[in-house]
């Protein structure tokens, strides 16, 4: 399975709207990524391997924070709040840093 960021399912659909009609959970996936993605899926990609190379973040939860884009540390650590082994305090404030360069 891979995983994608909703910018990249945003072009995708895009894409795809343009070679036929979309299904209705497509369009409804379409008009959510137009709404909550900032971020182009070249900016996106970027932010992603970013977030990787910061200790204690893995590719799943790198793609997370580049959908969500926190602003704060509590919204950072809802990310993690299911996960056993979360950034430190250093490495949540290197993400936030990555994060709004971004924004």
Do not use: C, W
Request: net charge positive.
């Amino acid at each position: 399975m891979k995983i994608v960021s909703l910018a990249e399912v945003k072009e995708i659909l895009m894409k795809l709207g343009k070679e036929r009609e979309l299904t209705r959970e497509q369009k409804i996936a379409l008009e959510h990524s137009e709404k909550v993605v900032k971020l182009s899926a070249k900016k996106t990609k970027e932010l992603i391997k970013k977030v990787v190379g910061v200790k204690g973040v893995n590719e799943k939860q790198a793609y997370k924070i580049a959908d969500l884009l926190p602003k704060d540390d509590e919204e950072l650590l809802a990310i993690f709040a299911k996960e056993t082994i979360a950034p430190s305090e250093e490495g949540r404030k290197k993400i936030l840093e990555i994060v709004k360069e971004y924004l």
